[in-house]
Nanobody
Framework: QVHLVESGGGLVQTGSSLRLSCAVS????????MGWFRQAPGKEREFLAA????????KHADSVKGRFTISRDNAKNTVYLEMNNLKPEDTAVYYC??????????????WGQGTRVTVSS
């Protein structure tokens, strides 16, 4: 079993930056591609970014490309999402997830409980 715990969310103003973290335990961290998703009120869950097991490959959704960056530290079993120039439309619950598939946008097997990000205008 894989356990994921997100942190770093909060209330920020438009234009601010946040770094979300996701600590992973339970299985060998480098087994997994890691991803970040978000779900805004009344909307479907949205893929944001994915990173390969060694950090050598990443994929970002067009909606956040250039503002959000995924990274991982395998020594700390942690994946990060750096978010810059935040906008009110970035308000959502943010989730990290793990999969054995390469840079997948769907089909993640394990999920965290989410961390809420609210961007005020």
């Amino acid at each position: 079993q894989v356990h994921l715990v997100e942190s770093g969310g909060g209330l920020v103003q438009t234009g601010s930056s946040l770094r979300l973290s996701c600590a992973v335990s339970g299985r060998t961290f480098t087994t997994y591609t890691m991803g970040w998703f978000r779900q805004a009120p009344g909307k479907e869950r949205e893929f944001l970014a994915a990173i390969s097991w060694n950090g050598g490959s990443t994929k970002h959704a067009d909606s956040v490309k250039g503002r959000f960056t995924i990274s991982r530290d395998n020594a700390k079993n942690t994946v990060y999402l750096e978010m810059n120039n935040l906008k009110p439309e970035d308000t959502a619950v943010y989730y990290c997830a793990a999969t054995i598939d390469r840079l997948a946008r769907t089909g993640y097997e394990y999920w965290g409980q989410g961390t809420r990000v609210t961007v005020s205008s």
